[in-house]
Nanobody
Framework: VQLVESGGGLVQPGGSLRLSCVGSGFPFSNYVMSWYRQVPGKERRVVAVISLDGGSTNYSDFVKGRFTISRDNTKNTMYLQMNDLTPEDTAVYYC???????WGQGIQVTVSS
């Protein structure tokens, strides 16, 4: 199982980023996928979850209305569109699949002026 995140980086407050997570080595379309994030010294927290076909999504309160999770099963890829970013969104973002409870390597998102 391999999950590879991309799209992170440095952005100014109020800006946007789109993260991608490409999965391989497992039947991507058969598993719920999620995004988590973690800041140093704190536990990893769920950001958003998406169902197998993308028809159902759930968000943590701290990102509702700003972030959008989606997936393209034809490309084995999950996305996280992040808008209206604030410094509090600074974290390492991870994608996760319930298949084997597998994690990506994580990607840094920094929101700063």
């Amino acid at each position: 199982v391999q999950l590879v995140e991309s799209g992170g980086g440095l952005v100014q407050p109020g800006g946007s980023l789109r993260l991608s997570c490409v999965g391989s080595g497992f039947p991507f379309s058969n598993y719920v996928m999620s995004w988590y994030r973690q800041v140093p010294g704190k536990e990893r927290r769920v950001v958003a979850v998406i169902s197998l076909d993308g028809g159902s999504t759930n968000y943590s309160d701290f990102v509702k209305g700003r972030f959008t999770i989606s997936r393209d099963n034809t490309k084995n890829t999950m996305y996280l569109q992040m808008n209206d970013l604030t410094p509090e969104d600074t974290a390492v973002y991870y994608c996760y699949t319930t298949y084997g409870r597998s994690w990506g390597q994580g990607i840094q998102v920094t929101v700063s002026s």
